[in-house]
């Protein structure tokens, strides 16, 4: 028999030793030309030119820390942290920031994480503008997508208001939700394929961070290991 907290010892030291052991594999912060990779396949699979990656926030629910009053206690009534992530067209993390209180916005979490601070100050390494497929309208720069909890930016593009939009806007909102549903879609497999993440997490809030930290670099390293594809090739020969 193991005590709980040499239990948990374990389970985080674990997931610790985990995320060292991969992340500079597969999770490094991509350079000019892998923004422009990333960027060509968002423009094959979504229709949507000069985007670096889709962003979000997940709500991980947990059972309340010990003594951090209302810190954690979110807008859909439950504790939780957040996972805040930038994701590519394969549906594999780029970026992720675990553990900000769960009663911060996405928008509040992207300002304050790594990620949002480097985009403000131009530090990502993007690839410099240029002209969109097809046209010849003036070099633009390269992009991520959110949900309307984001504010607009020169590098953060988000859809336009659903008021009297005209046909051109309505194709754009539909292609730039077609790019950022990735992110959704990314949650989804990491959800599905870590079980745990479907229940409130019974750990100490240290471990249930370095869990769904490594939760997203193990997700990273086995769609690199079995493809981008494979879940649709498996849904497709059953």
Known sequence: MVGKSTASMIIRETCVAIWDALHAAVMAQPHKEQWKEIADVFQKTCQFPNCAGAIDGKHIRIKKPVRSGSQYYNYKKYFSFVLFVVCDANYSFRYI????????????????????????????????HTTLPGTTSPAMPFVFVADEAFALGENLMR????????????????????????????????????????????????????AVTAACVLHNFVRARDGYNFEDSLSHSL
């Open 97 to 128: 920031d675990v553990g900000s209180y769960g009663r911060r916005s996405d928008s509040a979490v992207f300002a304050h994480s790594e990620f949002g601070k480097m985009l403000l100050d131009k530090a990502l390494d993007l690839p410099d």
């Open 159 to 210: 859809l336009y208001s659903s008021r009297g939009l005209s046909i051109a806007r309505r194709v754009f909102n539909y292609r730039l939700t077609r790019a950022r549903r990735v992110v959704e879609c990314a949650f989804g497999i990491l959800a599905n394929k870590w079980c745990f993440l479907h229940t409130p997490i019974h750990l100490k809030l240290e471990t249930a961070i370095s």
